[in-house]
């Protein structure tokens, strides 16, 4: 009841705004120098043969000259399409890579190659030739500016067949095909060959034998369930007649005699053999059965087998980077699918948006009131020992808590160890607003580019996650897996929440049981609580006695001591050396962080304080970085409903800026000191407060030089 009452106050305060403030700027390049600018605090490597990505110390991602360090990838998520302006020309390509490197990206996902380079085709593999030119330059201009790549195997599912105009929507049927006929898989294996296999021109080697290119998604969420989940329709059956042969044969070969099969299948239906090839897929893939049970496990044999094939043929055009596939989807059955891979991938998403459509919802609700589950429900499904990639993640606009997802993503993944973060956008920055594209015209979901709330938690994920700001936890809690006797009647059984919420304290993954000794884990069955786990580590000293977490309270203390969720109270709080943070729908009180105290704001919010000199050092440094992130919304943004969740109308530019404010001081005195907006350009604007000694003041986003998230506090 309590928790109840203390959540309504939460949502009240939440909703709490005053103005909307148009922004002001239109041009977003950074300017060398500017404290948006990370090129020097943050520099990219030249990328050669010494610094090739590689598996190194307990499997993260490493150089190759130095394995055993490791690197964190913060990855610019390009998703372009006609809609949103397509692959850049070669002047503006060049002042884009320059602006990412500027950023702080170090890596980019290209993420629908396919379906930009077929756009407008009518013939199979007959490639739009101005498009393939601007892929080859951007990729080489990524490279000079020290930015590794990632890059789909197969994004659409109209793959490189000509004559279709709908390569962006889930039409098609390959992803599904490329498992189970020749044919298909010769497509797939025809279009590496001729994207990847094609040699680039201006860098003078095929992607597939650049060091550059580090990891290949063979196919981006392509599992054999999850595609069955994509095509469902009303009054179709749940699974693809193209599964019913192949899987028929599995079954023969597995029971031998559909006699064998009628003792384990109590739904066995009179008619069904394997004599005729009539045994019969699931007919509801929500309904619990032993059909259900071994419809998983010829999945995962089919999906691994796959999966091997696809790789071989990456290695035969000379590839030596890393492979994954089967990147979304965290059940059992998937994560027994991707044992084998040598790297993982996984997409997660928080308050998933359908579409841009009117009549679109949300669901308005915090991330840290659920514990982070996008994430904690992604880190169950790590393999431990080799690499792991988010290529795909986001709290969605125009959810108004999203600003979370600035500080939650990139602290949680810094604490399990994981090696790239790519946050799903059609690009993560433009050059300027007012690009004349339709997807350019206002803010939409699954485009962050043009918000200045996700844009602010980028800026902050190059700091916390990439610069290192947040350290990985020395705790390891594996979750023991056996292989197929784990798959239970349940097609969509995934790892409990009350074992997962395990990685706001530590790291957490998958293990094969014979290799767990006598390391504390998880084991199967699954008849542990994350209570039990917790009392273990404290009873062997691997949690401090300060650590302050309490399940039942809903309060997650890292057992680094850096991060703090408190889940009631609808705040996550991260103090480190270099910076400190604090994310919240409700202030009671004032939020201690360390060096910054939080005394009080007008509505929810984010706020941080980050140092931007040499040393990272928030005691010491006399430049530091604040961000204020509220929410925005477009100019004439309407809605169906009062609270906001069903979209009528997008807008248009500009965009609009919640207007608020926040009072802060630091445990540090100056002979002076000032704070200065930042615009979202990274231009330094006149100075809103200043003072000598003791640093205390109201900051407020409605500058004079317009609405900002930015501020930079200097100390002399």
Known sequence: MLAAAALFAFCSFARASGEWLPVRETSLELQAGSPLDFSSLLPNTMIDDDHRLVPGRDGRLGFAISPEKPVRMLCASLAWSPASGGFPDHSTADRYARQLAMHGYNIARLHFVDASLMFGRDKDFDYDPETLDRLHYLLAALKRNGIYWIVDGLTSSRGAYGGFDDRWDVGGNLKLALHLDDEAFGHWKRMQETILGRVNPYTGVAPTRDDALALVILANENGLEFDSVVHDRPGKPPYDPLLAKPFNDWLAK??????ALAKVWPDLRGGENFETGTIELPSDRYADSPRLRDLQAFFVETERATAARMSEVLRGLGYRGLISTYNNWPTIQTALSRRDLEAVTMNTYHDWVSGYAPGSTTVQTSSIADGVNYIRMIAAARWLGRPFVVSEYDHLFWNRYRYEAGLAMPAYAALQGWDVLCRHAHGPIVLSYGEPFLHKRAMLPYAIALDPIARAGETLAALVFRRGDVATSDVTIPFSMRGELDLSDDMQAREQNNLTDLALIGRIGLRDANRLGQTLAVTQPRHQSSQEILGRLREDGELSATNRTSIDAGIYHSSTREILLNRFAGQLRVSTTATEAAAFSSLR????????????????????????????????????????????????????????????????????????????????????????????????????????????????????????????????
């Not at 597995?254 to 006699?259: A, D, V």
């Not at 980050?610 to 992130?629: Q, T, V």
Request: charged share 25%; glycine share 8%; no cysteine.
């Open 254 to 259: 597995r029971y031998g005699s559909t006699e």
């Open 589 to 716: 009180e004032p939020i201690e962080l360390g060096v910054l105290r939080v005394e009080q704001a007008d509505g929810n919010g984010l706020v941080v304080l980050s140092a931007l000199d040499a040393e990272a050092s928030l005691a010491r440094s006399r430049r530091l970085l604040l961000i204020f992130a509220t929410d925005a919304q477009n100019t004439d943004m309407t809605f169906r409903d009062r609270e906001e969740k069903v979209i009528e109308d997008f807008g248009r530019l500009p965009v609009r800026i919640r207007e608020g404010y926040v009072d802060l001081s630091l445990a540090r005195r100056a002979a002076a000191w000032s704070v200065s907006p930042v615009g979202l350009d990274g231009s330094v604007h006149s100075p809103i407060a200043t003072g000598t000694g003791a640093v205390s003041f109201r900051l407020s986003n409605a500058a004079p030089s317009g609405p900002t998230t930015y501020f930079l506090l200097e100390l002399r």
